[in-house]
């Protein structure tokens, strides 16, 4: 029986596919370890699930403090037998993706690291700093001050009248109010981003600052557009978001301005 013969094109594909798999395996144990990260994080989360749904009240109990007055005790319900466990469950799996996410962050750029030059690498380390600092600030944004006017206002609404006139307070279930503040932590954190993602889109050449500032009227409403998609369907969150992004729209145009690439003739 003849022996085979292999021509360059056999060679080729051989070549090829044993890079192809040892991404593959990278690839494998890469996303092993973050589904471990997020296994171990919900587990952690979910036994303190009770403590962090307090931790998450602490805006709205003090809102309430000031629009009724007193040390008032906050009353939330629930109107299903399970619907708290699912709440803790929910907030397990909110908790661990903010927990695990340095992690995960590191694992897509270990995996994308080897395709980078050098310079490249160096270009994007200062971003992956602000992203998660930004995200942060993000969830400060909403802690801090979004919540407690959100919630404020929502308790101004109520009617506490003398008698003879109904009385109209607020009872919020326990479950509308995790999906208000996830929904806003979020929306704030990706909104953050802004600056990040101007940045990087002005490193490569693809936008400049002239062109920030010469549309920024179509930015606006843009982010009006997103803050009304991004946030629960409320005016009060809207208003704060699209706001806070404007503020950072402004900061983008500083920020690119100094990570475009330079023309000839400013740089002489």
Request: glycine share 8%; with cysteine.
């Amino acid at each position: 029986m003849a022996a085979e013969t292999k021509t360059p094109d056999d060679d080729e594909v051989e070549s090829s596919r044993a890079p192809l798999m040892d991404h593959l395996i990278e690839l494998r144990g890469r996303l092993i370890v973050v589904t471990a990260s997020m296994a171990v994080a919900f587990i952690g989360c979910f036994w303190f699930a009770e403590w962090i749904y307090n931790v998450l009240l602490v805006p709205f109990e003090q809102a309430a403090r000031q629009v009724r007055g007193g040390d008032l005790q906050l009353q939330l319900i629930f109107t299903a037998p399970l619907e708290f466990f699912f709440v803790k469950l929910k907030l397990a799996l909110f908790g661990a993706f903010i927990v695990a996410f340095p992690v995960i962050a590191y694992q897509v750029w270990a995996f994308v690291r080897p395709g980078l030059y050098k310079n490249e690498r160096l270009a994007f380390a200062p971003f992956l700093i602000a992203s998660p600092v930004l995200f942060a600030a993000g969830i400060a944004f909403v802690y801090y001050i979004v919540l407690p006017f959100v919630m404020g206002f929502a308790l101004g609404q109520e009617q506490l009248g003398p008698e003879g006139r109904a009385q109209i307070q607020l009872l919020t279930r326990v479950s509308e109010y995790l999906n208000l503040v996830t929904t806003l932590i979020l929306a704030a954190g990706i909104a953050f981003q802004l600056p990040v993602m101007l940045s990087l889109l002005g490193k490569v050449g693809i936008i400049t600052s002239r062109d920030l500032i010469k549309f920024w009227k179509f930015a606006l409403v843009g982010i009006a557009v997103a803050a009304a998609f991004l946030t629960p369907p409320d005016p009060i969150s809207q208003l704060f978001l699209g706001g806070a992004l404007f503020g950072l729209y402004g900061i983008s145009i500083v920020a690119v301005k100094l990570v475009e690439p330079k023309d000839e003739a400013e740089e002489g």
